[in-house]
């Protein structure tokens, strides 16, 4: 089994994605990569502009021994898996399992963000893997208020309360599922009581990486 390296841009990611690799993956070793700047200039110039700074942050991974990448980002997903025919070594935007497990459950898709700058490459994804499987897709687009800067000030608790509450409000408007678009939101998940499905990210996404690293060798 190769080494998978995980691209962060917040370091609460790190604890989060040991903890799903230790109880579900067992022996596979992760090098984390923590970028903050990334993420803050993405939101400020949109994904694009981060292009070439990721690319070599991908680049260095490579060549530091990285059989394959994980981007646990949303908004530079999208632009990190680009990057994979150019790299050599297979790039895995987290969100994708969960955003082809979201089509499969009904054509009322809500996905709740709290960074408007994940809505875009949230979406575009969500309409990529609708076409893949051939499904109708209704996507409606949430910002959860206030949760952002909770999540800034540390308050763990208070960020995910918010979405909790964005999730509930969000299944009585008559969604058939609810994406949580960042992996930071994961913990809202388990939070209230509702009937429909709730994605998150990083569970399957960790799951289909390490698939990639167990997986044969050219």
Do not use: K, N
């Given at each position: 089994m ?6 962060h841009t917040s370091?609460?990611?790190v604890?989060v994605?040991?903890?799903?690799r230790?109880?579900?993956h067992p022996?596979l070793?992760?090098?984390h ?6 993420l803050?200039r993405?939101r400020?110039?949109?994904p694009?502009a981060?292009?070439?700074?990721l690319?070599s942050?991908?680049?260095r991974?490579?060549?530091?021994g ?16 680009a990057?994979a025919a150019a790299?050599g070594a297979?790039v895995l ?16 898709v809500?996905?709740?963000?709290t960074?408007?700058?994940t809505?875009?490459?949230?979406v ?9 499987a051939?499904r109708?897709?209704d ?7 206030g949760?952002?800067?909770r999540?800034e ?11 909790a509450a964005?999730?509930?409000r969000?299944?009585?408007?008559g ?8 992996a930071?939101m994961?913990d809202?998940a388990a939070?209230?009581a509702?009937?429909?499905p709730?994605?998150a990210?990083p569970?399957p996404g960790l799951?289909a990486?390490a698939?990639?690293?167990a997986g044969p060798?050219?």
């Amino acid at each position: 089994m190769v080494t998978l390296a995980l691209l962060h841009t917040s370091p609460v990611h790190v604890p989060v994605f040991d903890a799903l690799r230790d109880a579900d993956h067992p022996g596979l070793a992760l090098r984390h990569l923590v970028h903050e700047e990334l993420l803050d200039r993405a939101r400020r110039d949109g994904p694009e502009a981060v292009a070439d700074e990721l690319g070599s942050v991908l680049e260095r991974a490579v060549a530091d021994g990285a059989g394959a990448v994980l981007c646990t980002c949303s908004t530079i997903g999208g632009v990190a898996e680009a990057r994979a025919a150019a790299l050599g070594a297979p790039v895995l935007r987290v969100d994708r399992p969960m955003a082809a497990a979201a089509v499969t459950a009904g054509p009322a898709v809500t996905v709740l963000a709290t960074v408007a700058s994940t809505l875009g490459p949230t979406v575009a994804l969500l309409t990529e893997e609708a076409e893949r499987a051939a499904r109708p897709v209704d996507v409606r687009t949430v910002v959860v208020d206030g949760a952002w800067e909770r999540f800034e000030a540390g308050d763990r608790d208070g960020y995910v309360s918010l979405i909790a509450a964005a999730v509930e409000r969000a299944a009585a408007d008559g969604a058939d599922v609810v994406v949580l678009a960042q992996a930071s939101m994961a913990d809202a998940a388990a939070r209230g009581a509702v009937r429909v499905p709730v994605l998150a990210s990083p569970r399957p996404g960790l799951r289909a990486a390490a698939a990639l690293c167990a997986g044969p060798r050219p």
